[in-house]
């Protein structure tokens, strides 16, 4: 498939890129700076704007899925969400952040009294890009949450899948590395199961 990601020089951005490419898939890799992004097989790298609409429309044109993967504070879901549109692609993957899981019926990790205070804002944008994703009526979107740790680690292809409830494991340790969030996302992509939905990834 020919992918465009958004954000592809960062910690999962960059992670997702090699596994796309890895499998063989045609990589668009947008970012304000593309000299930060790796040189590999089947990757093209492209200067973009998450702020910038009109751009990202046109650079998303023309490929069969789009992957965000950039931080809510520093871009505007609208303007990302327009731009998956008025481009026409066939997907609109974004990755999420564990904020917006439940720890409890109705209860979203960002809202439990030990959140980090210093992420804090950043997990309340993007619950609120995922309240406006489940709005949309037109575009085929896929929200991917991580675990409440997202850290570099192994691609091991070993992990959970859950849906709106925050995965923790048996040693009561909620997380999940770069590589493999970027293996689930990348299996999502090429087998579709959550269409219009979010899921979460974790060990």
Request: no cysteine; net charge neutral; proline share 5%.
């Amino acid at each position: 498939m020919k992918i465009a990601i958004i954000g592809a020089s960062g910690n999962a951005g960059s992670r997702i890129t090699r596994e796309l490419a890895g499998r063989g898939h045609a990589v668009t890799a947008i970012a304000r700076n593309p000299a930060g992004i790796a040189v590999l097989p089947n990757v093209v790298a492209r200067a973009g704007d998450a702020t910038d609409q009109a751009g990202l429309t046109q650079l998303l044109a023309g490929h069969d899925a789009a992957i965000s993967s950039v931080h809510f504070l520093d871009s505007d879901p609208a303007k990302l969400i327009g731009a998956a549109k008025a481009s026409g692609i066939g997907r609109y993957l974004v990755v999420g952040g564990a904020g917006s899981l439940e720890v409890a019926p109705g209860v979203r990790l960002v809202t439990t009294p030990g959140f980090p205070a210093p992420y804090k804002a950043e997990a309340e944008k993007g619950a609120a890009f995922l309240d406006l994703l489940r709005q949309e009526r037109e575009l085929n979107w896929t929200f991917l949450s991580p675990s409440a740790l997202f850290a570099p680690g192994e691609r091991t292809g070993r992990f959970r899948l859950g849906k709106d409830q925050l995965l923790t494991g048996a040693d009561g340790k909620s997380w999940i590395s770069f590589e493999d969030f970027a293996f689930a996302l990348a299996d999502e992509i090429e087998r579709p199961a959550h269409i219009r939905a979010r899921f979460t990834v974790g060990y």
